[in-house]
């Protein structure tokens, strides 16, 4: 089973719609990140969290890390084609040393 | 300021032949990362190396696969004898600080992408 669980596995939103990817973990994380990838491509670092409670925008995108560390979400403020791409969540977690690890991915579609 | 640099992007192998992908960091970066993406799947750690040094390689398969960042040159993933099972997209990312203590965001290349036919 994964140790970090995205939702939706992929999601089909109208532009200039609202839309939340969620990123959950049973175990303590101490770094959060969000990638973007474009089909075929490499990934595109987006934000870093690191702190419970702690939230980042960046243009339309923000990304909060909840308090006990478990689960972020990334919400898309009205939603663009160019938006469309594959949300990848990476987090760390101390294993005698840092070890990134990185859910499926939530592929967006983003119709015009 | 170049972004990690991998190369080639696309890589062909016949089974049995061998593989070798490279990968040259960001500037002034001097932890390297190796990661694999199989289809439709996300992202899966395979080796965590310094300049002349294997750091963490807990996720490289035990044959087959070996990884090296000599002192001077490019970071390469090497895999011997591929079978179809290898195809995939291989990244790199670096980081400017070691991860062993501390988070530090890692940046990734564009991918190798590995076809074995």
């Known amino acids: 089973s994964q140790e970090l669980e995205q939702s939706p596995q992929s999601l089909i939103v109208q532009e200039g719609k609202n839309l939340t990817i969620n990123c959950t973990s049973s175990k303590t994380l101490y770094g959060l990140y969000w990638y973007k990838q474009k089909y075929g491509e490499g990934l595109i670092f987006l934000m870093m969290?690191?702190?419970?409670?702690e939230e980042k925008s960046h243009e339309k995108i923000t990304a909060k890390l909840d308090e006990k560390k478990q689960q972020s979400s990334l919400h898309i403020t009205a939603s663009q084609p160019s938006h469309a791409g594959i949300y990848l969540c990476?987090?760390?977690?101390?294993?005698?040393?840092?070890?990134?690890?990185f859910g499926a991915g939530t592929r967006l579609f983003v119709k015009a | 300021n170049a972004g990690v640099m991998q190369n080639p992007r696309h890589l062909v192998r016949r089974r049995g032949q061998e593989a070798r992908l490279r990968c040259s960091p960001m500037k002034g970066h001097s932890h390297v990362y190796w990661y694999r993406q199989l289809p439709e799947e996300g992202l899966k750690f395979m080796v965590y190396?310094?300049?002349?040094?294997?750091?963490?390689e807990s996720g490289m398969p035990k044959e087959r696969f070996s990884a090296e960042f000599p002192k001077e040159g490019p970071s390469i993933l090497r895999i011997q004898q591929v079978v179809r099972g290898d195809s995939a997209a291989y990244f790199c990312a670096s980081s400017l600080f070691e991860r062993q203590v501390l988070t530090y965001e890692q940046y990734f290349g564009p991918g190798t992408r590995l076809t074995v036919t």
């Open positions: 969290l690191q702190k419970g409670g």
């Open positions: 190396l310094q300049k002349e040094n294997i750091i963490d």
């Open positions: 990476g987090a760390d977690l101390h294993t005698g040393g840092f070890k990134t690890i």
